[in-house]
């Protein structure tokens, strides 16, 4: 880890109005210009307890229900209904693999015409299910890719993260991605105080290792995220950020992307802005994809350290 003794703790005056900054400056917002990802939150269950998982999934942790074939489909159908050109449907978790309908939601997204981007840590739940995704991959081609999550190049500072025992199996499943000629990508963290080079040449040299074909120097083959931790003080984004940090908004995450969850215990999923936000209801715009429509102020550091200043992004492109 670098820089710990550093940290300044989150100023508490900032990222609690939506409109105004601790500053009283006007809040940046960010637009949907267009719905081109819908992720799904599968579920928060997984079979690791990672040491720093933004969403806290565990084999414990069902905060977060399995979503259903049904309610996937309902969204694919009011894709199709209100004709909003979505080209991919993401799912990340917990462990994707982990829910039960995860095959048959993912061979219906396939076969309707989308790009399907699953996040997942290629371990037993992902092997599992080994014929069927072959048959996935021959029936729909590159219309399916797998993200891996590889968080450092050596399985010390893997494992460091993701627990003992986690390192192996992740390679098996990354070796029966690329053998199998599956579009697999991997997701590394920037946790580690190395420049992003050194990172580069540490994966390089890894999928060398295991003749895993990846290009380490491809930034959507290897993505290098940043980190976020909620709790670190990080400036707030105003309207004037923009135009001082050379940043589009139109290039940040929630203008372009959804994501759909379904909280323990209640009756229907809803759709929130994005990714890194699963459980605050300050971004929980309701059920349907038209309500999800609206704009996202960018009222939590998340929305600063991860999108704006991190120019992280989860989707593919």
């Given at each position: ?59 414990r942790n069902d905060r977060l229900s399995y979503i259903s074939y049904d309610e996937v489909i309902s969204y ?242």
């Amino acid at each position: 880890m670098d820089g710990s003794g550093d940290i300044q703790p989150l100023d508490p005056a900032k990222f609690r109005d939506p409109d105004v900054t601790a500053a009283g400056e006007r809040r940046a917002r960010v637009g949907l210009t267009s719905l081109e990802t819908l992720w799904i939150n599968t579920g928060t269950l997984c079979n690791l307890a990672c040491e720093n998982c933004y969403i806290e999934s565990t084999p414990r942790n069902d905060r977060l229900s399995y979503i259903s074939y049904d309610e996937v489909i309902s969204y694919l159908d009011e894709i199709a209904v209100r004709n909003l050109g979505t080209r991919e449907i993401a799912f990340t978790g917990g462990e994707p693999f982990m829910n039960p309908d995860m095959i048959r939601i993912l061979e219906t997204v396939l076969a309707r015409g989308f790009r399907a981007l699953v996040l997942t840590n290629a371990m037993r739940p992902m092997r599992r299910h080994d014929d069927a995704l072959k048959k996935l991959r021959y029936w729909f081609d590159d219309r399916l890719i797998l993200r891996v999550s590889v968080d450092h190049y050596t399985q010390q500072q893997h494992e460091k993260e993701r627990g003992p025992r986690s390192w192996q199996p992740m390679i098996d499943g990354l070796k029966f991605l690329s053998q199998g000629n599956f579009v697999t990508h991997v997701a590394g963290r920037t946790m580690w105080g190395e420049d992003e080079a050194s990172m580069r040449a540490g994966f390089r040299t890894l999928f060398a290792q295991h003749d895993i074909r990846i290009d380490a120097d491809d930034p959507v083959a290897l993505t290098l995220f940043p980190e976020m931790d909620p709790a670190q003080d990080v400036p707030e984004i105003t309207e004037q950020c923009w135009s001082i940090l050379g940043v589009n908004p139109d290039d940040i995450m929630c203008a372009s992307s959804r994501m759909v969850v379904k909280r323990k215990g209640a009756n229907t999923p809803t759709v929130v802005a994005c990714t890194l936000l699963p459980y605050e209801d300050e971004f929980d715009f309701g059920p349907t994809l038209e309500a999800a429509s609206g704009d996202v102020a960018l009222n939590h550091p998340h929305c600063a350290k991860f999108c704006v200043l991190g120019g992280g992004a989860c989707s593919r492109e």
